[in-house]
């Protein structure tokens, strides 16, 4: 029984990009605050030897400004300007050099908070998310964190904190208007940076969730490549995926033409701040009141200012994309987790492994209930199989006992412990499942068997293997066990991969065993080879066996028949024949079917 399908759901909507963003960043840089003060302290080293500079110049070309200037040569001030200007590069650069660490680490403490917070959502999340969005998501997000924290600190600020500086200066050494044409022309630009860059972002952030949205309709489809060569739609899916990427091509052409209204406005802002600055110094110059090293000391500081300042637009606009990419990111940590452990949550102790399903219901969605007052009891190390007809329910039993939902009502108990009451690793620590689709890793053999215990020695892979009766197949390979499997498996059989999640559930050697129509996809020979193997591993174990065809729950210790999401015919496979109901009748036309070669 699968989940009600939903349409997929794109993430709530998010509001404007704001310092929100940047706060929660707050706690990953902190934990080398150490490093972030001493880089702060670099970054004003640097920006004060920066704007000493112009200052040197202005007094050696005083200086120099003389009859005799050979006899006044300020050799010292000369030495003074080159440190200076050494001094102001190799600041940034250590800077830089003692903030990397920083930056790396806050990366990566996001990065695994995301990651271990996906794993933590819902079955009902993943089987509706689409994988290469989210992967977009959280790689443009990681890396708009280290944008954001380069671009704050190390190129707003510093870049501030020198125009204020110099605006000071200009006021102490010259007059006010100095300061007041530099503000002013700051003011104006960071004006128009603002209110034209507002107006793009929209452009931007559509942009980047049509990429998103290609990106995962791309990938989606790669997934599906043997779906869709079985059906000829290869120019269907080129066509799907075309329709995102010409929205995609509109919005970023609207983006690009807004990015030129934008530079063109930043450039005249300046260009009459530095016109109106020059104009007012050479005034000075040709009146006296103002020194040939003044124009030049002015002039310099003009250079330094708005070359930093001619890149404030990118960097707002980095700024701007960086904290809608964050959001994104910081929008799946908010995704609620619908399954939580309590705080009061104890380990669950399995002594027996007796498993108990009592007045169970439940509902993926409200307005569509899957099981209605389901009661049965699994004794310790016997097997009870649950069959009826597909969506009758059967593979809810198994995803309700393995807690990736919880029940709407009723409880389910292991050696008398609410599941809901224990923690979720120790629960699925004491449960091994077989699936009907065994989905393996695209890596080795070894590593997908010794995936059901990492810790596992590699003597106990190879026994786990032996006793899935893979071994002499594995052997028989020319790479061995570092044969690779393929994306999801692909390059196994059905029965080789099935073998595989044998062996990786013996490795795990769990008290209680799930088989969820472990053979429903394997043809007849096949499958009867691996019954025999799961019969056989199913022994003094606690065992769900959910199952299709009745031929493999024979043996079974209770069979309960499923109608509807109840629980219509229980017993023995004898017993229910005997009662001549469902069971018998599924029985007969089963059998008729293998008469016939149909199954």
Do not use: C
């Amino acid at each position: 029984m699968h989940p009600a399908v939903h349409a997929h759901t794109e993430p709530p909507p998010l509001g404007e990009p704001s310092l929100r963003s940047i706060s929660r960043l707050f706690p990953y840089l902190w934990e080398f605050r150490g490093r972030v003060l001493f880089a702060m302290a670099l970054l004003v080293g640097a920006k004060l030897a920066s704007v000493a500079v112009p200052l040197v110049l202005k007094d050696i070309i005083d200086a120099l400004d003389k009859p005799r200037p050979e006899l006044v040569l300020p050799l010292g001030l000369i030495l003074a300007y080159g440190f200076l200007r050494f001094a102001s590069t190799t600041f940034a650069d250590l800077r830089d050099i003692v903030f990397a660490k920083v930056t790396q680490r806050a990366m990566r403490r996001i990065s695994m908070r995301v990651f271990d917070h996906l794993h933590a959502l819902s079955l009902r999340f993943h089987l509706e998310r689409q994988t290469g969005g989210i992967t977009r998501d959280i790689e443009r997000g990681a890396k708009a964190v280290s944008s954001l924290v380069g671009y704050l600190l190390f190129r707003i600020t510093p870049t501030v904190l020198e125009i204020l500086m110099v605006a000071v200066i200009l006021f102490v050494k010259l007059d006010w208007i100095f300061s007041l044409i530099t503000l002013a022309t700051l003011a104006a630009y960071i004006g128009f940076t603002v209110t034209i860059t507002e107006w793009r972002t929209q452009f931007v952030r559509r942009a980047n969730t049509l990429d998103s949205q290609a990106y995962g309709r791309a990938i989606d489809s790669l997934l599906n490549y043997e779906t869709v060569k079985y059906f000829g739609n290869e120019r269907y899916e080129a066509r799907r995926y075309d329709e995102r990427l010409a929205e995609w091509e509109d919005m970023s052409m609207k983006s690009q033409r807004s990015l030129g209204y934008l530079n063109a406005a930043q450039a005249g802002v300046i260009a009459i701040g530095v016109t109106l600055m020059v104009l007012r110094a050479a005034d000075g110059v040709v009146e006296g009141t103002l020194t040939l090293g003044d124009l030049v000391m002015v002039n310099a500081f003009l250079l330094q200012m708005f070359q930093p300042l001619g890149f404030l637009g990118v960097m707002y606009r980095q700024i701007k994309e960086s904290l809608a990419d964050v959001e994104r990111m910081f929008a799946l940590l908010k995704r609620p987790r619908e399954i939580e452990d309590r705080p009061d949550a104890r380990v669950l102790d399995v002594v027996a492994g007796e498993v108990k399903f009592d007045h169970v219901s439940f509902a993926y969605n409200p307005d569509r209930p899957i099981l209605h007052d389901v009661s049965f009891t699994i004794p310790p190390g016997k097997t009870v199989a649950v069959v009826g007809a597909s969506g009758a329910g059967k593979s809810t039993l198994a995803r309700l006992l393995f807690r990736f939902y919880d029940v709407s009502a009723g409880s389910i108990t292991i050696d008398g412990q609410d599941i809901r009451h224990v923690t979720q690793d120790s629960l699925r620590a004491a449960i091994g499942v077989v699936p009907q689709d065994t989905v393996l890793f695209n890596d080795s053999i070894y590593y997908n068997i010794a995936y059901g215990r990492p810790g596992a020695t590699r003597e106990e892979v190879v026994e786990a293997a032996r006793a899935a009766h893979i071994l002499h197949f594995i052997e028989s390979l020319p790479q061995g066990w570092d044969t690779i499997v393929g994306e999801r498996g692909l390059k196994l059989s059905g029965g080789e991969k099935q073998r595989v999640a044998i062996a990786r559930t013996l490795l795990k050697n769990p008290a209680i065993l799930i088989l969820d129509e472990a053979t429903s996809a394997l043809d007849t020979k096949t499958e009867k080879a691996i019954q025999a193997e799961l019969l056989e591993i199913a022994k003094s174990r606690t065992t769900l066996i959910i199952a299709h065809r009745l031929s493999t729950v024979v043996e079974a210790d209770e069979i309960l028949v499923m109608e509807g999401g109840r629980i219509v015919e229980r017993g023995r496979h004898p017993e229910l024949l005997a009662k001549n109901g469902v069971y018998a009748h599924m029985w007969a036309l089963q059998q008729q079917q293998a008469e016939t070669g149909e199954v």
